[in-house]
């Protein structure tokens, strides 16, 4: 009896807080707020998610970057410049031989060692005043080697995009070494001598070379290096051999070049 008395009691209380007005309204609010908070969170998670994709795999993720080193592709479009500071401080003793020149700027571009005449590949540069000065880089790029040299004066050779070198022959205090990663303008070493071209005095040597062919750098001072990259073989002056008795051949077609002027000349 006690228990139906209570279950009765019971009813009886929830019949008397639903008649109350306040609790529809209540639970229906209730019930929007919860409705509510359910797509705001749900929205959130898929916002999250399209901001922070996954990785795909190590070092590389879905849209296909990696973190290797990114290459300053700007550098294709420097134009090469004189390897000194200031142009109108120097001069070029010795010019670059060109089999397609005259006759006269020939026998102006062959250097003579002892008894013979080698052409010259390329510009032997001097202050105007006979002192030494710096020796800059003609261009951006990466130093392949650093030699000493009795004949030529000590040699730095840096490179370039798609077989384009250049040199730098006839220098001291040298500043860089093999491996170095060079911009334009850079110090790389003072001028000197070499017994190559001791008339020359002080100076320095420059070359510019696409795949091992020599190039007159007077031709491509204020050129891009792009221009240099697309140079094939006939735009090319004269290949180039191993340093080793590299002239020989051509110091032998100057001999004959020379004879044939002095020749004429008389």
Not at 123 to 130: Q, R, T, V
């Amino acid at each position: 009896m006690k228990m139906r008395e209570e279950e009765k009691n019971r009813s009886s209380q929830w019949k008397t807080f639903f008649k109350k007005r306040w609790v529809f309204p209540a639970i229906y609010l209730v019930c929007a707020a919860l409705l509510i908070s359910t797509i705001v969170w749900y929205q959130t998670g898929i916002n999250n998610s399209a901001k922070d994709p996954k990785v795909a795999e190590k070092g590389k993720d879905i849209t296909g970057k990696t973190d290797e080193p990114v290459i300053e592709v700007n550098q294709s479009f420097e134009n090469v410049v004189m390897p000194i500071r200031n142009d109108d401080e120097v001069r070029i003793v010795t010019g670059f031989f060109d089999a397609n020149a005259s006759n006269e700027q020939q026998e102006d571009a062959l250097i003579v060692d002892g008894n013979k005449y080698r052409p010259n590949m390329g510009l032997d540069i001097a202050n105007k005043d006979g002192k030494e000065f710096e020796v800059i880089a003609a261009l951006s790029g990466k130093v392949a080697s650093v030699r000493q040299d009795a004949l030529l004066g000590n040699v730095i050779e840096v490179e370039h995009d798609k077989g384009v070198v250049t040199i730098y022959q006839s220098v001291k205090d040298i500043k860089v070494k093999a491996g170095d990663v060079i911009k334009q303008g850079d110090l790389l070493a003072t001028s000197s001598t070499s017994q190559i071209n001791i008339a020359a005095k002080n100076h320095v040597h420059f070359e510019i070379r696409k795949d091992n062919k020599a190039l007159n750098p007077q031709t491509y001072i204020g050129q891009s290096l792009t221009a240099l990259t697309e140079v094939d073989d006939s735009d090319s002056s004269s290949k180039i051999k191993s340093e080793e008795g590299k002239d020989t051949e051509d110091a032998e077609k100057a001999e004959d070049t020379q004879s044939t002027n002095e020749s004429e000349l008389e």
